[in-house]
C-alpha cells in the first residue's frame, strides 16, 4: 500500500520532469476544466483573472501548423503541433487597471500555465511548455483569434506519459545559489540611524524618524481609553 504524503504539493513539484514525447492519450474536456478551476486559484493582483486557455485539438493543430508557416514564410505547414494531441494555448488577456501593470498580469497567466501544468503532470500526463520565434507572430495571434489586448505564453503540448521512456536525469536545484540577503548599505545619506536601529537606506530612516509616524496608533490608544472610562452598565 502506498503511503500518504503530508506534503504532496512539495512532492509533485520535485517528481515533475517535462515530457517531450507524449502518447495519443489525452485529458478529455471535462478533466481540463477540473484542472485549470484548480490552477486559477493562484494569487492574481486585484483577481483581475488575466489570463485565458484555448484547448487544441485535432484539425485545431492543423491550423496552428499552417499559421507558424505563415509566420515563417514556409510553403509547407509546420508539423510541430502534432507532437502531442493536446495543445493548451496560455494566453495573457491584460484588463484594464490603473494599478496593476501588464507584467504583473503576465505573471499571473504564466502562474496559472505552470501550476496547470504541475497539475497534469501529478495526474499522471505527459506535458511539455514550448514556445517558439512565431508565438507572437500576427499570424499565430490571428488563428487563435485573439484579441488586441492578449498575447500567447506558447502552448503546453499534453499526451500519455509513455511507458517505455529513459529516466529523465534532472539536475537537482542548489537553493543557495539562488537565496540571498540584500546588499550592505555602505552610505545613509542625511539621516542619522536611530540609537536602537542598525543603518537603514534614507528613504526608510526618513519615515522612522518622521514626527507624525505613530499618530494613528496614538489616536487609537486615546479612544481605547475613553472607552475604559465610561462606567460599566452591566
Ligand atoms: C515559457 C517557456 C517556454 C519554453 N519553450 C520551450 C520550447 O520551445 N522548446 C523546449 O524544448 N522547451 C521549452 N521550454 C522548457 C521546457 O518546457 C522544460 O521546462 C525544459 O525542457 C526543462 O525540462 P524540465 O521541465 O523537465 O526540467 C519552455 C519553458 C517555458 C517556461
Do not use: C
Not at 484539425?59 to 493548451?88: F, M, N, Q, V
Amino acid at each position: 500500500m502506498s503511503e500518504v504524503s503530508a506534503r504532496p504539493a512539495l512532492e509533485a513539484v520535485r517528481a515533475r520532469r517535462s515530457w517531450s514525447k507524449v502518447t495519443d492519450a489525452a485529458p478529455d474536456a471535462a478533466e481540463l476544466l477540473e484542472l485549470v478551476a484548480a490552477a486559477g486559484r493562484v494569487a492574481d493582483h486585484s483577481s483581475l483573472r488575466p489570463w485565458r486557455i484555448i484547448e487544441l485539438r485535432g484539425d485545431d493543430r492543423l491550423a496552428l501548423g499552417a499559421a507558424i508557416a505563415k509566420a515563417d514564410g514556409d510553403d509547407k505547414p509546420s508539423t510541430k503541433p502534432l507532437r502531442a494531441p493536446l495543445l493548451i494555448a496560455i494566453v495573457a488577456s491584460y484588463r484594464d487597471s490603473g494599478k496593476v501593470p501588464h507584467w504583473e498580469q503576465e505573471a499571473v497567466a504564466s502562474g496559472v500555465a505552470h501550476v496547470l501544468s504541475l497539475l497534469l503532470d501529478e495526474a499522471g500526463w505527459g506535458v511539455i511548455w514550448r514556445t517558439g520565434h512565431y508565438t507572437r507572430s500576427k499570424a499565430v495571434a490571428q488563428a487563435h483569434g485573439l484579441g488586441k489586448h492578449e498575447e500567447l505564453l506558447g502552448w503546453l503540448y499534453v499526451g500519455g506519459k509513455p511507458e517505455r521512456s529513459r529516466p529523465e536525469r534532472r539536475k537537482a536545484v542548489d537553493a543557495s545559489g539562488f537565496v540571498s540577503r540584500m546588499p550592505a548599505v555602505t552610505t545613509v545619506p542625511d539621516q542619522p540611524s536611530l540609537p536602537d536601529q542598525p543603518s537603514l537606506p534614507g528613504e526608510i530612516a526618513h519615515w522612522r524618524n518622521k514626527p507624525d509616524k505613530g499618530k494613528k496608533h496614538k489616536k487609537a490608544d486615546k479612544g481605547e481609553k475613553k472607552k475604559a472610562k465610561k462606567p460599566d452598565k452591566g
